[in-house]
């Protein structure tokens, strides 16, 4: 039975872990039939000096567009009418367009809606179905190059080949992802309200790249930056295109009375010796002045380099902050949506718990301000090495060196992103900072013995082949909306095949929403179940059962060492209501 005295806001988070002194698995003493993890809001603001950082950099992006980047484009925009007034052909009709991509939207959203009943229903054969069309489109790429050049045959043959062995080593894990993708969907389900706050997340990360646009374009005309050569004008519009330009500053005014000079003296050979002798100090004084006009050229080239070398330098360091700006708000607000979902998972997971900790409106708010800074302090991270790796992507074609870092730096993104979604998950299930989830996540994984499980990629290579899909499908949709609904003209086949590749995107856009979340979802799923395996059987017995079986089934040894070997000997069998 479950204590209703404990569920109160002082109350810490209690986790059934393994004892560091035990040197061995404890599966003689069962852990308690129903440990929810509590959160502790009587310490307040995790990581708040992230989120004042955070919320600073906000305003300062919001500000700085609108003084300075908002009059630039109403500047540009009554340029452009006054002198090309925008004129729509009287036989142009936007109807047909309208109804095509509103169509293939409508599309994409049902059928992104019907793929969460479809997965709960039958997610294994989605899984073996997805391999299937991984191998098939290699093998067509294969036939396509043979046709080609046949030697280029040899590169998909390597990846089939790979991709068999993959296939072969994880085929034993289709039930067990199965398992865990039906109990996403579930809970995913019991939550549509989620879908909503989702797309309100995306819409609020547009407002932000408007917004960061603004800015950008502000302060590349307030610091004068030439994007087309990656340089601060540091010198008067006098001298700019020397200094932007490497031109020469080499006077001819000098140099041309040199040359009359000595047209003079081949002209006055039969003049007097005085003469001469004038004609040859002239000479002398015209040498002096052609070197001291040299001398300053040199001059000016050192101090224009010197000047190039400056303006480069405070480029580079401007466009980094800039893009820093911008990958920590859109990284951000994209873990917000990650942390939200999190948290509605924990309450179908442990929706027997009367203080609602993780309702929707709780999981909102704790995401907007106790959280918050948990949130920007991972992705902060993140938005860091996606900056850096946009000055090596340069380089990547002209040094070696630069290619290495730059994938060094690859593979420091796609850790910390991994790994920050697992510390989100943990971070909205118990509360904790952003440090301590971390190491509660790893701690906690390495003692039940699961690290093994965690980089599965079955879930998202089947949602990346549901998206596809519906991409296609929405495509074919809109293309055949258009062409049914337009008129014959000339231009009706470019109209078709411009609307087919948008409704493509609206397609994978509608798609991605419903698989993001189920990410997300499944994540979280694996986490409860280490956590807490027996509050499921309080709420969802029926998912519980799935999931202990897979768990006996395919990893006895890490069910084990977990704790929970004696509760679920057998998977329980229970009577449907």
């Given amino acids: 039975m479950t204590d209703k005295g404990m569920f109160n806001d002082s109350v810490a988070v209690n986790i059934p872990l393994k004892s560091d002194d035990d040197t061995e698995a404890n ?28 919320a600073i950099h906000i305003i300062v992006v919001i500000v700085v567009g609108l003084v300075l980047g908002l009059p630039i484009v109403l500047q540009h925009m009554k340029q452009i009418s006054l002198e090309k007034p925008l004129r729509l052909s009287a036989d142009f009709d936007i109807k047909p367009f309208a109804y095509s991509l509103s169509g293939a939207a409508a599309v994409g959203g049902l059928l992104s809606f019907l793929t969460l009943f479809a997965l709960q229903l039958c997610a294994g054969h989605f899984i073996k179905c997805s391999f299937f069309i991984l191998i098939m489109m290699q093998i067509l790429l294969g036939v396509a190059l043979f046709f080609v ?18 296939i072969s080593c994880v085929r034993k894990r289709i039930t067990f992802a199965e398992a865990h993708l039906q109990a996403g969907c579930a809970s995913l389900r019991s939550h549509p309200s989620l879908v909503l706050v989702a797309v309100l997340m995306l819409i609020v990360e547009f407002l932000w790249f408007i917004f960061w646009c603004l800015m950008f374009m502000g302060v590349i005309r307030a610091l004068n930056i030439d ?16 200094t932007i330009y490497g031109l020469s ?22 003049t007097p010796y005085w003469m001469k002798e004038g004609t040859k100090k002239k000479r002398i004084n015209s040498y002096s002045n052609d070197e001291q006009s040299q001398h300053m050229n ?16 405070i480029y580079k360091i401007v466009v980094f902050f800039l893009l820093l700006s911008w990958y920590w708000g859109a990284i951000t607000f994209g873990n917000i949506i990650n942390f939200i979902t999190a948290c509605t998972v924990g309450d179908w997971w442990f929706s027997n718990d ?34 850096l790796r946009f000055f090596t992507g340069d380089g990547r074609k002209k040094s070696i060196i630069a290619y290495i870092i730059d994938c060094i730096l690859q593979i420091i993104e796609k850790l910390i992103g991994y790994l920050n979604d697992w510390a989100f998950t943990f971070a909205a299930l118990t509360g904790e900072g952003f440090v301590q989830a971390s190491r509660s996540f790893i701690k906690l994984f390495k003692q039940r013995g699961w690290t093994a499980i965690i980089n599965d990629s079955i879930v998202g ?39 087919s590749l948008i409704s493509f995107v609206i397609g994978i856009f509608m798609s991605s929403i419903i698989t993001t979340l189920l990410t997300s979802c499944v994540r979280t799923v694996f986490v409860c179940f280490a956590l807490n395996p027996a509050a499921l059987g309080a709420t969802h017995p029926e998912h519980l059962e799935k999931l202990t079986k897979v768990w006996h089934k395919f990893y006895p040894e890490e069910f084990t060492t977990s704790g929970y070997a004696n509760q679920f000997k057998e998977p329980p069998v229970y009577s449907q209501c």
Avoid at 228 to 241: D, G, I
Avoid at 255 to 264: I, K, L, Q
């Fill in 27 to 54: 599966i003689n003493n069962d852990p308690p039939a129903y440990q929810n993890p509590h959160l502790n809001f009587n310490n307040g603001w995790k990581d708040l000096g992230f989120a004042i950082v955070f």
């Fill in 149 to 166: 050049f046949p030697p280029l045959c040899v590169i998909p043959g390597v990846f089939i080949f790979f991709t068999l062995i993959f």
């Fill in 227 to 242: 994007l087309t050569t990656n340089k601060v004008n540091m010198t008067s519009n006098q001298t700019q295109p020397a």
């Fill in 249 to 270: 500053t080499k006077t001819t005014p000098i140099r041309a009375p040199t040359f009359r000079m000595n047209e003079t003296r081949k002209t006055t050979d039969n």
């Fill in 298 to 313: 040199t001059s000016q080239d050192l101090t224009s380099n010197t000047e190039q070398g400056n303006s480069g330098f």
């Fill in 354 to 387: 009367d203080s609602g900790l993780y309702t929707m409106s709780n999981s909102i708010k704790r995401a907007f301000t106790r959280n918050l800074g948990t949130i920007c302090f991972g992705s902060l991270f993140q938005a860091i090495i996606k900056a």
């Fill in 461 to 499: 290579t089947t949602l990346m082949f549901i998206n596809l899909g519906i991409g296609i499908i929405s495509a074919a949709a809109g293309g055949s909306i258009i062409y049914i609904t337009m008129i014959q003209s000339p231009e009706k086949h470019i109209a078709v095949i411009c609307v």
